[in-house]
């Protein structure tokens, strides 16, 4: 069972996102990620977009996605009108980042919508994984920093 926290707000999977990684399984990844970060590695923590608070990373608590989102009530952005027609330009500034590392965010947001999200969930967890141990990786890793395999590109 995929924790339903990393459902994203935006459609981007948490589970490969390298703050979340570096929390949950630690190690040099963990002291990798702080170091690169500038933060304590007490601080380099999250549980996903949709877990507490308290506990999410500092730039995701600054997210202007997630600020819009509740400024205007939504849950989530396939849940505003603007999200059909294009117009959201904090949206498409995204979206096409997360294309550049493959990540088709407007697709995952139509499958959440279409009550698809389970699903969707166990499709990233099985695509964020390193061919040669199995185990979970981060967006931006060139190789596995569990057993240091080569990731696909």
Known sequence: MVDENLLSRCGIYCGAYYIYRSHRDGGKFLDHVAGWQKA???KVRCRGCLGPLEEMWQNCRKCVVRSC??????GFCHEC???EDRSC????RLSRFCAERGEDIRGALMRMRAGEAGEWLEEQDARWRCPSCGRPTSWYEKS???CG???KD
């Open 69 to 74: 989102l509740e400024a205007n009530g939504y």
């Open 144 to 146: 596995c920093h569990h």
């Open 81 to 83: 009108p603007v999200f």
């Open 40 to 42: 304590p590695k007490e």
């Open 149 to 151: 395999g080569k990731l």
């Open 89 to 92: 330009e904090k949206f498409e």
